[in-house]
């Protein structure tokens, strides 16, 4: 099957979608105009999110190009095993719902440099503001849009830079109608997100099937279990060659906890989405996104591996290089490719949805962050509201103009896109998750110990990614080490964020214990048991996805 670019049905289909989502921005806009004046509604959609909308713009959010081009790619690479990003996302999200969601809600937390300038001190903040906004611009802002706009000329052939464009301002477009516009915008993009990405699978195991032979999307389950079954193992054994992404059991009980508790719970960009919200409104909504990342890998992972099958028996060779050199990150524009006409409309419908919806969010949390935390506290004490919401709205402009200017220069294809993201916010995760765990359960911990274990967590994660070069020693009880694409001996990126985790959890202990003034510390947020509470339908929900959870990890063992 070749491919045959974009065909009329195809734009039709691309038209109708964003018709529908630049519509109802349009009119959920003007319904809100009249207060869009007030920055808490601007940034927040204060009270105004139901639990449906909350839990489809966390998803809308979270997948994005680095989901339907990386990850697909890392399925096509890793196989099932990269699905466990998503499925340890689903408890992770249970967790964030028990307990951070009540401790935000009851300290009216709305941003977390807030969080830190309450519990910890006005310097601790506004260092990790300015990390925050570096992150969100110059790695995920960028990676999104670069991988997005890879894959839109993949499949369109229209210039890489204007791809890139015309998604920052359809993403500005969006973003300037403040989060209650994302938000109900982000509902529309899930519904597309989701169909079109099913669609993709759908079509990706029809192709298996019509090559190895029967029919219908079982035959092509089941031929890429026989056909590829080194693919279809959650936990990778150490002689396996892609173990240093995935190091064994570090995915169930090491830095994969980190990396999602520290972005589903202490990220402006996600938590952003239940902050304005009540307590039963905010668990719902996340709940709702729980329940939508178990079905994620259908539609992110399986296309990667019934591409890895496809090629492997020697399907789009050619297509699959790039410079000459296989290019794993290329799985998914092929396969959109390949998809008859108005499905393919469709995916790339889902593709660019997925994409502008999450630049609209992260565009969304840099503005309220610059605006809020760093603004209106240090640059403009007094500023009218009306002034905050246009500050917000110019920082999403420049935002977007940075992030075009910036992306062609990441070399983001060089490692892949959903490994740089998680590589590159994988240096100061640890650090952060730590203020952020010890703040919440341990009153005694001071804003010095906090600002030890940031910059320190930060250097600590450098200096330890070569130790086994510098020191020559490769392998002990504490780590083991594999080669890099430069030689270079390193520890895997997961193992060695749970490390740094440690050592600046004991650096924050050993330092406030220290401190005498740590026993009268003022700065501890309130907290009772009763915050806890769950619903019944809530424990329900909770049990069905950790009955799922369970089965899927010991099926794939």
């Known amino acids: 099957m070749q491919s045959q670019g974009l065909q009329l049905l195809d ?53 994005s190009a680095e989901q339907f081009i990386g990850t697909s790619g890392d399925g096509f690479r890793l196989g099932l095993a990269i699905a466990t990003y998503e499925w340890m996302a689903a408890a992770t999200l249970l967790i964030v719902a028990i307990f951070f969601m009540p401790i935000y809600l009851k300290n009216k937390i709305f941003t977390m440099p807030q969080f830190l300038t309450q519990r910890y001190s006005p310097t601790v903040s506004l260092i990790m503001a300015v990390f925050w906004l570096m992150l969100y611009i110059t790695v ?28 920052s301002v359809f993403a500005i477009f969006i973003t300037l109608g403040g989060m209650k516009v994302i938000g109900y915008t982000d509902v529309i993009q899930v519904v597309f997100l989701v169909l079109g990405g099913l669609a993709t699978s759908y079509l990706a195991l029809n192709m298996v099937t019509d090559r190895f032979g029967g029919s219908g999307v079982v035959d092509g389950v089941n031929h890429l279990l026989t056909k590829a079954p080194e693919h279809f193992h959650m936990i990778l054994q150490k002689g396996n060659p892609n173990y240093p992404s995935l190091p064994g059991l570090a995915v169930l009980v090491g830095g994969m906890w980190i990396i ?6 202490c990220n402006q960009y996600i938590t952003q989405r239940a902050l304005g919200a009540d307590l039963k409104t905010a668990r719902n909504g996340i709940l709702f996104a729980a329940f939508l990342k178990l079905m994620m890998p259908i539609i992110v992972v399986l296309p990667g591996i019934a591409a890895y099958l496809l090629y492997k028996d020697g399907m789009f060779q050619t297509e699959m290089l790039k410079d000459g050199v296989l290019n794993k990150d290329n799985a998914y524009p092929v396969l959109l490719n390949l998809l008859p006409t108005g499905l393919k409309g469709l995916s790339f419908a889902a593709l660019t949805a997925a994409v502008v919806a999450s630049m609209a969010g992260k565009a969304n949390s840099i503005s309220t962050i610059f605006t809020l935390d760093i603004y209106k506290k240090y640059i403009n004490p007094n500023a009218s509201e009306k002034k905050l919401v246009n500050v917000g709205r110019f920082a999403v402009v420049g935002a977007m103009v940075t992030s075009v200017i910036v992306a062609p220069m990441m070399g983001i294809d060089k490692k892949g896109g959903f490994e740089f993201i998680q590589e590159y916010t994988g240096y100061v995760s640890p650090g952060i998750f730590a203020l952020f765990t010890l703040g919440f359960f341990w009153k005694r911990a001071t804003s010095k110990a906090a600002l030890v274990a940031l910059l320190g967590g930060v250097t600590f994660s450098i200096m330890t990614k070569y130790i086994p070069t510098w020191t020559g020693v490769t392998e002990c009880m504490f780590y083991s080490s594999f080669p890099d694409e430069t030689g270079r001996m390193m520890i895997p ?61 010991t099926y794939f063992w």
């Open 11 to 63: 734009y039709l289909v691309f038209l109708f979608y964003f018709i529908v989502v630049s519509g109802y921005g349009y009119w959920i806009y003007k319904q809100r105009q009249s207060k869009i004046s007030n920055s808490n509604d601007f940034f927040l959609a204060e009270g105004s999110l139901t639990w449906w909308a909350i839990g489809a713009s966390l998803i809308a959010s979270n997948i």
């Open 140 to 167: 995920n802002l960028t990676s999104i849009l670069y991988l997005g706009a890879l894959a839109v000329t993949t499949i369109s052939g229209v210039d890489f830079t204007v791809c890139m464009i015309g998604m």
């Open 260 to 265: 999602n508790l520290n972005y589903w719970g």
């Open 493 to 553: 990126f997961m193992d060695r964020m749970a490390w740094v985790f440690i050592f600046c959890v004991t650096c924050m202990v050993v330092i406030s214990l220290a401190d005498p003034e740590s026993k009268n510390n003022p700065k501890g947020l309130e907290i009772d048991a009763s915050m806890f509470k769950m619903s019944p339908s809530f424990i329900v929900g909770s049990v069905v996805i950790c009955t799922v959870l369970t089965f899927l990890y």
